[in-house]
């Protein structure tokens, strides 16, 4: 069995890995000349982790990727709530450079010997399993996949109803040094909120070799909040305790604003769509790229389980969309309600992903995996 992939991105490169697993030949298309994660940080749970680890990449992403002690939010300079993350209590939340997890993945895709082209455009699909590229090529397959992200040329070309919507708010995502942003309360993930005298929010994230991933939001129609380069005299007057911080941004960063898609059918054909390309969210949950590779696998699973490929794409989205679904939505009602100003949402309804143990991966192997890696890390902080 043969698949050809558009996209080496998360979702892209988790579905070829987990295919190459199962027995099956691939080949992942990618435009861009060079691989690479375009972005800053990223928030990868304990959903993301264990896919992570089906797909033979945990251990190169964990090796250096911060694990946060707590994770707090603070209101107006107030702290509206908090959690211990990461030890005893349940959730894992890793934080790192886009970069760090790229090539953790990219690592176990080279091990597993997946032929990836680059400078290899798709623009179309064929539901029979035909992928067309830029220039002229067609190739067939048992199974195309649609992984160019959210603005994907593959899913637009095969005619599937698409419902798109943007919010009111967006994001400039930069990476600096944390200087002597480290220890105590900095070493956790903060969420900093501003409503007076505009909203404004930085989501603060440690990352790997003394990295600090700052996500900026602010309103479409704040034309100061939004501005490129940001204003750092806005933003330090704001937050002043990361002014330092703020002031080392420069001229990095893109703003981009909060979007969802929604497709009415995941798959066509021999066509299966999936990440950004099928459900992109807003980051409100830091779930799109957790929930892309746990659909990419398992898409894998489900195609290898099943001869008929078309009645296995069917089943695979009967069974893994309705969690995608719901985390979307929500992550939509947090993106318009700006809800998380009052607090993270430590419930079921905002963990429910970050709970679920995907298709494809083995819950008591993870479990192993997170012990070693909790212990190597106090180790690491001198706590054990
Ligand atoms: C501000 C922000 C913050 C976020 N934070 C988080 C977070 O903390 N945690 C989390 O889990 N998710 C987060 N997300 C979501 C996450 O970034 C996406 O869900 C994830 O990147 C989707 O992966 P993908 O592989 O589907 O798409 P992409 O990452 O967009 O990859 C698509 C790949 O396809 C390539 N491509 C595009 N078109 C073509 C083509 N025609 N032919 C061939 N190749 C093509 C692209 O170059 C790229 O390499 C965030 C998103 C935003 C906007």
Redesign the pocket.
């Known amino acids: 069995m043969h698949a050809e992939i558009?996209?080496?991105?998360?979702?892209?490169?988790?579905a070829a890995i987990a295919l190459n697993h199962r027995g099956w030949s691939v080949r992942v298309?990618?435009?861009?000349a060079e691989?690479?994660?375009?972005?800053a940080?990223?928030?990868?749970?304990e959903n993301?982790q264990r896919v992570l680890q089906a797909i033979g990449a945990y251990p190169d992403v964990a090796r250096g990727a911060h694990q946060a002690p707590g994770y707090e939010t603070r209101r107006n300079g107030v702290c509206v709530s908090f959690e211990n993350i990461n030890g005893s209590n349940p959730f894992l939340l890793m934080?790192m450079t886009?970069q760090h997890l790229y090539a953790g993945i990219l690592a176990a895709a080279a091990r597993a010997g997946i032929e990836i082209v680059t400078r290899?455009?798709?623009?179309a699909a064929r539901p029979e399993g035909v992928l067309e590229?830029?220039g002229g090529r067609s190739l067939k397959a048992d199974l195309v996949i649609a992984?160019?992200?959210?603005?994907?040329?593959?899913r637009d070309s095969l005619g599937v109803a698409c419902a798109r919507k943007k919010y009111q708010d967006?994001?400039v995502?930069v990476l600096v040094e944390r200087g002597d942003f480290v220890g105590g309360a900095w070493d956790h993930v903060i969420d900093f909120w501003a409503f007076e005298p505009r909203t404004l929010r930085i989501l603060y994230?440690p990352c790997e070799d003394g990295r600090l991933y700052m996500?900026m939001m602010s309103p479409r129609d704040d034309a100061e909040g939004s501005r490129l380069p940001i204003d750092a005299r806005v933003w330090g007057a704001t937050f002043p305790m990361l002014a330092p911080a703020i002031a080392t941004v420069g001229s990095r960063g893109r703003y981009?604003v909060?979007?969802t898609t929604r497709l009415d059918a995941w798959s066509v054909g021999r066509i299966a769509i999936?990440?950004?390309?099928?459900?992109?969210?807003?980051?409100t949950?830091?779930?799109?790229?957790?929930?892309?590779?746990m659909n990419?696998l398992s898409l894998a699973e489900a195609v290898s389980t099943d001869a008929d490929t078309i009645a296995s794409l069917k089943r695979w989205e009967a069974t893994e969309r309705a969690l995608t679904d719901h985390t979307q939505a929500r992550s939509a009602e947090l993106a318009r309600t700006r809800a998380l100003g009052s607090g993270m949402q430590w419930d079921d309804i905002g963990l429910r992903a970050a709970r679920h143990v995907p298709t494809g991966t083995r819950g008591e192997d993870f479990d192993r995996a997170r012990t070693t890696e909790a212990r190597d890390a106090r180790r690491t902080r001198g706590e054990a």
């Open positions: 558009a996209g080496a991105g998360f979702a892209g490169l988790a298309h990618e435009k861009q691989l690479r994660a375009f972005g940080g990223i928030f990868i749970w993301g934080t886009r290899s455009e798709a623009i590229l830029k992984a160019d992200g959210v603005r994907s040329l593959v967006g994001i995502r994230a996500a981009d909060y979007e999936i990440g950004d390309a099928a459900h992109a969210m807003p980051p949950l830091a779930q799109g790229a957790c929930l892309a590779m990419a």
